[in-house]
């Protein structure tokens, strides 16, 4: 069952969006601030967030930029609901990195269709990244559109997507933000923003996150380091940071993985080996 965080200011509108989502088999959590939306986000790693932009206390886009500075929540999909929308606004939350905004009215069939949209999207990213069991790009020549390739097709990158793809290819293990991917190809964050969502579908941010889970995934694999070393190598500073991301992205723990992945390689081991031989 899929888990939605709701931050709404008024009662009646925060209910109704969840005895909505709820009648169609999910999750519901609701928030009546901005600061109680950013700990509840923190806490229970929401599948999406829906989410108002007039706020007491830290209004919408105040929650959209703290969460998107927080590796453990940075790429939950977020969708803005207001009543009033200006293109000016409509710009600020894109730039931000909300992966969709709708203006009331709409209907509850608007807004499953959003939330499907969304859901499927970060579906069919975390499928593909997890079925990568030994891709991890071990040099800096790679080349950076198979970073990128998606499941179903390839990206025609800018040239200066590219180069961003080879910067967080070279630093992932550092601690980078959009910022340092922006400076070194020479745009800003808020147009690199822009840019790489338009023609990938997602925010900078979540590149630099999943190549890192890419590479821990490789680690996980193939050495006996402990936890606290995979997550320092592949760019994670807070031990726990890294856990929260990696459930989020595989829906277990590293250790778990480990072990189950470890054994999936170790049966397919057994089976060949006991395999008759063809003639």
């Known amino acids: 069952m899929k888990k939605i ?8 509108t925060r209910n109704l969006f969840r005895e909505g989502l709820e009648a169609k088999g999910f999750y519901t ?9 950013v ?19 830290l ?14 929540t940075a790429i939950i999909p977020f969708i803005f609901v207001t009543a009033n929308a200006t293109q000016t606004d409509l710009r600020k939350g894109m730039e931000l990195g909300a992966h969709d905004y709708l203006t009331q009215p709409f209907t509850l069939e608007d807004l499953l269709r959003a939330i499907a949209s969304q859901l499927e999207k970060h579906t069919i990213l975390r499928q593909w990244y997890a079925a990568q069991q030994q891709p991890v790009l071990k040099t800096p020549s790679t080349d950076a559109a198979t970073i990128t390739a998606a499941p179903q097709s390839s990206f025609a990158l800018d040239r ?9 290819e070279d630093n992932y293990h550092r601690s980078i933000s959009l910022s340092d991917v922006a400076q070194a190809v020479g745009y800003s ?3 690199l923003t822009d840019l790489m969502r338009r023609q990938t579908g997602q925010p900078v941010q979540r590149w630099i996150i999943e190549r890192r889970m890419a590479a821990a995934r490789s680690l996980l694999l193939e050495t006996d380091q402990m936890m606290e070393q995979i997550a320092a190598q592949v760019g994670y500073n807070n031990l726990v940071h890294f ?6 992205i595989h829906g277990t723990t590293p250790q778990a993985w480990r072990s189950m992945h470890r054994s999936q390689v170790s049966a397919k081991k057994i089976e060949r080996s006991v395999s008759p031989i063809k003639n």
């Open 5 to 12: 965080l709701v931050i709404e200011a008024q009662a009646e």
């Open 29 to 37: 959590i609701g928030a009546e601030n901005g600061r109680v939306g």
């Open 39 to 57: 700990h509840l986000a923190r806490e229970l790693l929401p599948d999406l967030i829906i989410c108002g932009v007039m706020l007491p206390e």
């Open 59 to 72: 209004d919408g886009y105040g929650v959209l930029a703290t969460l998107r500075k927080d590796p453990v």
């Open 160 to 168: 200066h997507l590219s180069e961003a793809f080879r910067f967080i």
């Open 189 to 191: 964050p808020a147009y």
């Open 243 to 248: 856990f929260r991301q990696f459930r989020q």
